[in-house]
């Protein structure tokens, strides 16, 4: 059984960084789709930046892009969101998501927020 096990968060000024880790447990799918979602008090989930195995895709929203990357390390299985620049309103529970033995497009399932399996989340605050 698959489970996405989230870690990094925390509270942290305007300006400032985080790195969250996806652990991923039991994954063994070459083909899948995995990503970052958010979700703020009050709104819907968004998706913030996700990656496809099928052609090594990424995605990132446009709130995001040129501040956040996403990456990889294949051998300890976890997935990392570096986030700069951070901002009050990047404030969210972050939630990382996973759809397993699929081809779809990173775009695609950023754009998609409710399909998947789906970690517990973590808690990012930015302070102004």
């Known amino acids: 059984q698959v489970q996405l096990v989230e870690s990094g968060g925390g509270l942290v000024q305007s300006g400032g960084s985080l790195r969250l880790s996806c652990e991923a447990l039991g994954f063994t799918s070459k083909d899948y789709v995995i990503g970052w979602f958010r979700q703020a008090p009050g709104k819907g989930r968004e998706g913030v930046s996700c990656?496809?195995?099928?052609?090594?895709?990424?995605y990132y929203a446009d709130s995001v892009q040129g501040r956040f990357t996403i990456s990889r390390d294949t051998a300890k299985n976890t997935l990392y969101l570096q986030m700069n620049s951070l901002k009050p309103e990047d404030t969210a529970v972050y939630f990382c998501?996973?759809?397993?033995?699929?081809?779809?497009?990173?775009?695609?399932?950023?754009?998609?927020?409710?399909?998947?399996?789906w970690g517990r989340g973590t808690q990012v605050t930015v302070s102004s």
């Open positions: 998501a996973a759809l397993l033995d699929t081809i779809v497009s990173a775009t695609w399932y950023c754009q998609h927020p409710d399909f998947g399996l």
């Open positions: 990656f496809s195995s099928s052609d090594g895709g990424t």
